[in-house]
C-alpha cells in the first residue's frame, strides 16, 4: 500500500524586508510564536540546529497536551532567498507523515514574495494531507499578522 500523496503550494507576498522575512522563519524562537496553527496550539523547540544537514525537533499541539513530535532535516540553506527541509510527524509512537517543504524568498520592495511548496506523504490516511495545509495557511496567516502589528520582532 502507497501512502497518499498531495502537493499545495502557498504565496504571498508579506510587508517585511527580505533579511527579516528570512529570520522570521528560520529562527527557532521566532518560529515558536508565529508556528503554532492556532491561539489554542504551542510549538515548542526541543533542539535546533539550522545548517545543511542539521536537525531540529519540536513538539506541537494544543497548550496543555503538545503530543506531537516534529523532527526537522535542513538539507539546503541558501540565506535568505531559499531553503528546503523535511518535517516527520509522530505521535504516541505511530508515524504521521512526511513532508519536503521548500521556501523561496523574493524581494519585492519594502516587501517579499514567500512562496512556500509543500509535498506530503500521509501514512494515516488523507486526513494529514488537509492538516499540513491547514497548519501551513494558519501559521502564515499568523506570521503575517505578528509582523504587520509588530508583535514579532
Keep these: 500500500m502507497t501512502a497518499p500523496i498531495a502537493t499545495f503550494r502557498l504565496t504571498r507576498t508579506i510587508a517585511a524586508a527580505h533579511d527579516r522575512l528570512w529570520h522570521l522563519l528560520t529562527d527557532a524562537k521566532s518560529r515558536e510564536v508565529w508556528g503554532a496553527p492556532s491561539e489554542d496550539a504551542v510549538l515548542v523547540l526541543e533542539t535546533t540546529d539550522l545548517r545543511e544537514g542539521g536537525q531540529e525537533r519540536h513538539r506541537?499541539?494544543?497548550?496543555?497536551?503538545?503530543?506531537?513530535?516534529?523532527?526537522t532535516h535542513w538539507y539546503?540553506?541558501?540565506?535568505?532567498?531559499?531553503?528546503?527541509?523535511?518535517?516527520?510527524?509522530?505521535?504516541?509512537?505511530?508515524?504521521?507523515?512526511?513532508?519536503?517543504?521548500t521556501y523561496l524568498l523574493e524581494?519585492?520592495?519594502?516587501?517579499?514574495?514567500?512562496?512556500?511548496?509543500?509535498?506530503v506523504a500521509s501514512?494515516?490516511?488523507?486526513?494529514?494531507?488537509?492538516d499540513f495545509l491547514s497548519g501551513w495557511?494558519?501559521?502564515?496567516?499568523?506570521?503575517?499578522?505578528?509582523?504587520?502589528?509588530?508583535?514579532?520582532?
Design 60 to 71: 506541537c499541539g494544543p497548550a496543555d497536551n503538545p503530543e506531537f513530535t516534529v523532527d
Design 137 to 153: 495557511t494558519s501559521g502564515l496567516d499568523r506570521l503575517e499578522h505578528l509582523i504587520s502589528t509588530g508583535a514579532l520582532k
Design 107 to 119: 524581494a519585492d520592495g519594502p516587501s517579499t514574495t514567500l512562496t512556500v511548496d509543500v509535498a
Design 76 to 101: 539546503h540553506i541558501d540565506s535568505p532567498t531559499r531553503a528546503c527541509f523535511t518535517e516527520t510527524i509522530t505521535a504516541g509512537g505511530q508515524r504521521y507523515g512526511e513532508s519536503l517543504e
Design 123 to 130: 501514512m494515516t490516511g488523507e486526513d494529514m494531507q488537509g
